[in-house]
């Protein structure tokens, strides 16, 4: 089945630094995809959607400035967290859609943010 | 709204019990109709989908779901439940606009005892 590969799947990270994390369809082409964040024991909220080569559209709430998404190509799309506080700490998510309309996911990267 | 509704927060059961979780989900038209499932600390993994055709569709791992228009929902089963299954389990839909969000339901957390 298609793969979505997610890097790092960890990261911690100092106050005030940023962390870039990169969401990758290993054999198929994504024009979309999609970047979740997940609170412990909860469920996936999305954040934004990432089309190749636009902008991304992001959810009400979610702040652009501070989480940064690159689609450059149809195969990769980063999602930059700047400026990270211990509040961003959280599980990131990606996924990406096939030509089908089937969703694959990433395994997460969990960010603590110290 | 669209919006998904997993009523149960989380749900026991003994080894070699059925096992049946509920979603129901507001929309205006046929939605296309996922269950994915969550082990901590993971991404998600696909169980099954619904997109049209028989309203009783097989998943992986020995689970089906059957959609029921009349009652707007997409219960998942599985008649015997293995230690294995205990994780996390998210219903889903994604919007039929231009968007084509994947959006989640808040999740049931599924213990199994031995």
């Known amino acids: 089945g298609a793969v979505v590969s997610q890097h790092p799947s960890w990261v911690i990270c100092k106050s005030g630094t940023s962390v870039k994390i990169e969401c990758r369809s290993l054999?198929?082409?994504?024009?979309?995809m999609f970047w979740y964040r997940q609170f412990p024991k909860q469920s996936l909220m999305l954040m934004a959607t990432s089309n190749e080569g636009s902008k991304a559209t992001y959810e009400q709430g979610v702040e652009k400035d501070k989480f940064l998404i690159n689609h450059a190509s149809l195969t990769l799309s980063t999602l930059t967290v700047t400026s990270a506080h211990p509040e961003d700490s959280s599980f990131y998510i990606c996924?990406?859609?096939?030509?089908?309309?089937?969703?694959?996911f990433g395994q997460g990267t969990r960010l603590t943010v110290v | 709204a669209q919006s998904v509704t997993q009523p149960d927060i989380h749900i026991t059961v003994s080894e070699g019990a059925s096992l049946e979780l509920r979603c129901n989900y507001s929309?205006?038209?046929?939605?296309?109709l996922f269950w994915y499932v969550q082990s901590p600390g993971q991404g998600l993994q696909l169980l099954l989908k619904y997109f049209s055709g028989d309203t009783l569709v097989q998943g992986i791992k020995g689970f089906e779901a059957e959609f029921k228009r009349s009652q707007s929902s997409f219960n998942l089963r599985k008649p015997s439940v293995h230690w294995s299954d205990a994780a996390e389990y998210f219903c889903?839909?994604?919007?039929?606009?231009?968007?084509?969000?994947?959006?989640f339901g808040s999740g049931t957390r599924l213990l199994v005892r031995p």
């Open positions: 054999d198929f082409q994504a024009t979309t």
């Open positions: 996924s990406a859609r096939n030509t089908g309309g089937e969703a694959f």
């Open positions: 889903a839909v994604v919007l039929m606009d231009s968007s084509y969000k994947l959006i």
């Open positions: 929309y205006g038209a046929t939605p296309y």
